[in-house]
């Protein structure tokens, strides 16, 4: 969460690639995932399948 909060600080209204990454990655952890938009709910359930650890290395 706080990578997440760090790096919206630092963006502000433009996540970029490395932000989408960082939010889907949060909302599988938080488990939010299902609340993802349709585009981004492949790439989140693919991360929720994966055990923490293979997750921390995707």
Do not use: H
């Not at 630092?10 to 889907?24: P, Q």
């Amino acid at each position: 969460m706080l990578a997440l909060s760090s790096y919206c600080d630092l963006v502000k209204d433009d996540l970029g690639e490395e932000g989408l990454i960082l939010w889907v990655y949060f909302n599988v952890f938080t488990g939010t995932a299902e609340q993802l938009p349709d585009r981004y709910l492949e790439m989140g359930k693919m991360l929720d399948e994966l055990s923490e650890a293979d997750r921390l290395s995707f």
